[in-house]
């Protein structure tokens, strides 16, 4: 005969769900500019990738 499945306590079913947290982005410096950017992906502050130009960013200059 089939078993029923013996009951899950509330504190053993929530903690279950406890470490579903979101982790922090990782973030690297940029070798040209030396700003922090995500890993992998053109610098948007200078417009490099790995050594070499990809994107020509203008720089906003505002006179205050």
Known sequence: MAVPKGKVSKARRNSRKAN????????????????????????????????????SVEKDKETK
């Open 20 to 55: 579903w947290k979101i982790s922090t982005p990782s973030i690297v410096e940029c070798p040209h500019c030396h700003e922090y950017t995500q890993p992998h992906a053109v610098c948007p502050n200078c417009g490099y990738y790995d050594g070499v130009q990809k994107v």
